[in-house]
């Protein structure tokens, strides 16, 4: 059987703690978006930094998914809490 890897954490990607609130968690997802977009990227960049930029792009964007929406964020936080 093959493990897992393990679920990257929603607040850290986002650099919160739980107990943030909505204002706090949309204040650093925007922060975040703006420095990894692929958009933003020097063309001149070297490929392995792009990668890296959209790795933690889509990492942030998945993040947001979960803890962008209250009904979400309430499931994932008793999951978590569940574990």
């Known amino acids: 059987m093959a493990a897992r890897a393990p679920r ?4 850290g990607a986002l650099g919160a703690g739980p107990s943030a609130g909505a204002a ?3 204040r650093r997802y925007r922060r975040l978006v703006r420095t990894y977009h692929p958009d933003r990227q020097s063309a001149d960049a070297p490929a392995e930094a792009v990668e890296e930029c ?3 792009f889509i ?3 998945q993040a947001w998914k979960i803890l962008g929406h209250e009904e979400t964020k309430k499931e994932y936080d008793l ?3 569940g574990s």
């Open 24 to 26: 706090e968690l949309r």
């Open 54 to 56: 959209v790795r933690k």
């Open 79 to 81: 999951l978590r809490l």
């Open 8 to 11: 990257p954490d929603p607040y």
């Open 59 to 61: 990492e942030i964007d």
